[in-house]
């Protein structure tokens, strides 16, 4: 099953953009957490915001969160060629241990 | 650190044949280890968390007795796709967490993914 809900599904921009993604999710979460995917590659991890935070960056990543509306946002500031790549948000539920992977956005940067 | 291998990065098999799929964590221990399937452009889906010394739990509509899951160590858990077909082709990937890493502040580690094909 999946829990989360990317959007926009795809997205295009320029180099030196900012791009932002978000997820929506449906249950009550301990984590959220985002991660890259290169074409036909494993998963990165980017970036993990617990539930009782409401906002984290790490460089060029700025991520919220808002567990009244069950949702997060990614912002990437300033794209570059190689931030193409798909991005999934993925939610630990309670403590059942499972990492839950939404849909995922596939982000294309234009030179 | 925290690096996951996984092997082999892709197998073309014949339809019948059973596949047998690695993950190692490198340079941690980790109690448990997730399997995960994705096909083209979509997410993974969840297939099975594995277990060292004990049995894998599979999620709902995932045959245990087709995708069979050994978890004989703290670095290595395989996947085993029996009396594969081509409708099992797909995208496998591993994941793990260190076994002492709290569940609250610790992301998972991936395996590069195994691309396997079944002719």
């Known amino acids: 099953s999946q829990q989360g809900e990317e959007d926009p599904q795809a997205l295009s921009i320029q180099e030196g953009e900012n791009a932002t993604m978000n997820c929506s999710y449906k249950t009550s979460i301990n984590n959220l957490q985002w991660y890259r995917q290169n074409s036909g590659r494993g998963l990165v991890h980017l970036i993990l915001i617990r539930s009782n935070e409401r906002e984290k960056h790490s460089g060029r990543l700025r991520v919220t969160l808002d567990t009244s509306k069950k949702s997060s946002s990614l912002l990437i500031t300033a794209s570059r060629a190689a931030d193409t790549a798909s991005y999934f948000c993925?939610?630990?539920?309670?403590?059942?241990?499972?990492?839950?992977f939404g849909k995922g956005t596939r982000l294309h940067i234009l030179p | 650190g925290a690096v996951v291998s996984q092997h082999p990065s892709w197998v073309i098999c014949k339809s019948g044949t059973s596949v047998k799929i690695e993950c190692r964590s490198l340079?941690?221990?980790?109690?448990?280890m997730f399997w995960y399937r994705q096909f083209p452009k979509q997410s993974l889906m969840l297939m099975a968390t594995s277990n060292e010394g004990s049995k894998a739990t599979y999620e709902q509509g995932v045959e245990k007795d087709k995708f069979l899951i050994n978890h004989a160590s703290l670095t290595l858990s395989t996947l085993t796709v029996t009396s594969a077909h081509p409708e099992d082709s797909s995208f496998y990937i591993c994941s793990a967490r260190p076994t002492r890493a709290s569940f609250y502040n610790s992301p998972l580690h991936f395996g590069n993914g195994t691309r396997l094909t079944v002719t």
């Open positions: 340079d941690f221990q980790a109690t448990t």
């Open positions: 993925a939610t630990a539920v309670n403590r059942d241990d499972k990492i839950i």
